[in-house]
Structures are given as C-alpha cells and as structure tokens.
C-alpha cells in the first residue's frame, strides 16, 4: 500500500517540477576592431597596398607622355619598327609552314616591306617634288582661278600679292646663283641625300624588324613554355595571338581600303585631266591611315592641285569634290561592311589616341594611333580592365558602403549575433 510521501512510479507524490535550464548568456563580443571581424586578413593592409598601386599608376600614366615625347628620337623608330613587325607576322608565319627557315622568311618578309615602301615614294614623292616645283610658275593661273574668292575676301588678295612678290625675289636671287637639287626617283635615293641621323634610324628600323621576326617563332615559344601552370600559359598564348591577328587585320584590312580608294580618285582625277594621277591617288591612300584629319589634308590638297590645274572655279574644285563623296561612301559603307563590329573602335577613344599621339610624336604619332590603341586594348581585353570607379566609390572610404557594413556589424552585435 502506497503512502502519500511515496514515490509513484519515478517522482514523489507532491514533489516540484524539475527546473528547466536556461540557455547560456551569449559570450560578449571579442575584443578589437569592427573590420578585423568583417575582412579577416587584413583589408586596411589590402586596400593600402591597392591605393598605393593605384597612386603610382597614375604617376606613371603622367609622366610616361612625357619621357615619349623626349625620347622620341629612340621610342618612335622602335614603335613603328614593331608595329610593322607584328602586322608581317602572318606573312612570317605563311612562310614558315612553307619550310622557309626563320631568318629567311624574316628576310623575305623585309624585302616585302621595303618593295612596298619603295613603290610608294617612287609613285608619291617624286611627282610631289615636281609640284612643290611648279608652284612659283602657277602663282597667275591660282590667281585667276581664286579672283571670285579674292574679291570676295580682299585680304586674301593681299596675302597672295605679297606671296607673289617673295617669290619674284627670290628668283632674282636666284639667277645669282643657281643651285640644282636631284629629285630621289626611288628609297635608295631619298636615303643617300637625307640626313645621316635619318639613315641611321632608317637602318636601325630595318634591323629591329628583321630580328623581331626572325626570334618571333622561339620568342612566342620561350614565353609561353616558363608559365608556371597550363592554364597561364594558355591564356599568355591567347594574348599573343589575339594581339597579332587584331593588329596584322586591322592593316591588312585598311591598307586594302585606302588602296582601292586611292585608285578609284586616280583614274577620277585623270579622267579630269589632273597630272600624275597615281600620285594623287597614293596621297589619298597614305592620308586616309589618319582618322578624320587625314582625308581634311587630301581634300584641301586636291583642291590645291585643282587651282593649279585649272582656270575655272568649278573645275579647280571637282578633285576635291569627287574625292570627298567617294570617302563619304567608303567611311560610311564600305569599311563598317568589310572591318565589320569585331574591329570597330569608339570614335571618342580613337580621337583621344590621334591627339595623344600626334601630340607626342607629330604626323607619324598620328598614323601609329590606331594600331597602338587596338594592341592596348586587346591586351587589357585578355588581362583584365582595372576597375578604378569601384575601387573609389563602391568598396572604398569614399562611397557608403562601409558605413552600411559597420551599421549592420554593430546592430548584429548588439542583439548578441556575434561576428557574422
């Protein structure tokens, strides 16, 4: 028989509920700063080290115009030497899988570039001499062909008497003394009477090509195989190639353009009865390589030849006239249908690089813009674009992203979260 005080079953008759535990208080938050619980690691010591990359980059991007434009004697032979490289390199290439040895397809690949930089001076600069020398004997028919403009403009008139009577004086001073100058009629010629300075870069151009392409095969080799992994040493093979068939395209693609263009205004400007048509038409070639300033010079120069050319106004400007229509359809049609998106370039960059570079290194900084600024941004295209507006403003003391962090750290705190 049970008793009240007995136990029934396990608990005792009357007996309190076992208390239950409480949890455990949170413990207190550890000691130290907000960041060192939000980026472990070391960010302060991270975005430091950023910051001072960054300082030094932009130190660098301002001095480096700078040391450019004063070592232009040795950085603009070297520039251009290398951009005529890379853009032979599928010629090199072509030649080597024909079983020609490197140093001889290099040699051959040279020769190419000197035929071709031959035919364009015995087609551009020879006849060009012979107009600048023909200048002085058309100053009456440029007068009567202009007299509409002259009386229009009176100070223009002016400007052309005083141009007259210089040139009268200076053939007064001239049968004092007659100097005879031999036009060049070809490179070897124009070499052998410019300045030794331009032939020592002239030589050393040649010889930066020629090595370039012949070490390019080991070269390419060498610096892919010290990769430390596959993977780095795919993506430096990607660079190389994505480098040299961007640039080696863009050339090919635009000298084939301004060829065509520059024999469609010669056999326009014969038809007119302009001399040396080839001539007119190789300047409209060699002029169109620089963006939108080029194609202004060839039509104020074939305005020019027309002037002198010929006594009516409508005719001295029909060249110029033809050859701005026939670069209207190219610019607008043919070169976005042949060059199509893979190698169309922001207008706003390529502004950007033609005044950087011609203000760095004149007319031949302007022709090399547009192959330096494809070869930069294929390379930041493979590499990565530095992301400087996001370093500043979204991750950085000057945005409000890291008050927004250090609200959420404390409030997480202070309801006993712990670091998250």
């Known amino acids: 028989m049970d008793h009240p005080g007995e136990r029934i079953g396990a608990e005792p008759l009357g007996a309190a509920p076992a208390p239950t535990p409480t949890p455990a208080a949170p413990p207190p938050a550890p000691a130290g700063r907000i960041e060192d619980l939000v980026w472990p690691g070391g960010y302060h010591r991270d975005r430091l080290l950023a910051a001072i990359a960054l300082v030094m980059g932009v130190g660098l991007a301002i001095a480096l ?26 010629l090199l290439e072509w030649l080597e899988r024909r079983g020609l040895p490197s140093g001889l397809a290099a040699f051959t690949c040279l020769l190419f570039f000197l035929g071709i930089a ?3 001076i015995a087609a551009i600069v020879v006849p060009a001499s012979n107009w600048v020398s023909l200048v002085p004997e058309r100053i009456g028919r440029i007068k009567t062909t202009v007299r509409p403009l002259v009386e229009i403009y009176a100070s223009l008139n002016k400007s052309i008497d005083d141009m007259a009577a210089t040139i009268a004086i200076a053939k007064a001073a001239r049968h004092a003394r007659t100097v005879t100058l031999e036009t060049p009629n070809s490179l070897l010629s124009l070499l052998t009477t410019a300045a030794p300075f331009a032939i020592i870069q002239f030589v050393f151009v040649m010889l930066v090509i020629f090595f370039f392409l012949a070490g390019w095969s080991n070269m390419r080799r060498h610096t892919i195989m010290r990769r430390s992994s596959f993977s780095s040493a795919m993506t430096l093979a990607r660079v190389i190639q994505d480098v040299v068939d961007a640039t080696s395209s863009y050339i090919a693609t635009i000298t084939v353009i301004n ?5 469609v205004v010669a056999g326009a400007v014969h038809a007119l009865g302009l001399p040396t048509p080839l001539m007119w038409g190789g300047m409209v070639a060699l002029l169109n390589y620089v963006p939108y300033l080029g194609p202004i010079a060839a039509a104020c120069l074939l305005a020019l030849g027309g002037i002198m050319t010929f006594a009516e106004p409508w005719a001295a400007a029909m060249p110029a006239t033809i050859f701005i229509g026939l670069h209207l359809v190219e610019a607008n049609i043919v070169t976005p249908l042949i060059v199509g998106r893979r190698l169309l370039i922001n207008p706003l960059l390529i502004l950007v690089a033609l005044s950087f570079w011609s203000w760095v290194w004149g007319v031949s900084g302007a022709v090399l813009a547009v192959p330096l600024l494809i070869i930069a941004r294929t390379v930041l295209d493979a590499a990565g674009r530095p992301d400087i507006a996001g370093f500043l403003f979204e991750s950085g003391t000057l945005g409000g992203s890291d008050k927004n962090v250090r609200e959420d750290v ?10 998250p």
């Open 65 to 90: 115009p700078f040391a450019l434009r004063a070592g232009a004697e040795f950085f603009l032979p070297v520039t251009a030497a290398l951009v005529v490289a890379v853009a032979l390199v599928p």
């Open 118 to 120: 031959n035919m364009a």
């Open 259 to 263: 060829v065509t263009l520059g024999l």
């Open 410 to 419: 404390h409030g997480s705190l202070d309801r006993g979260g712990g670091a």
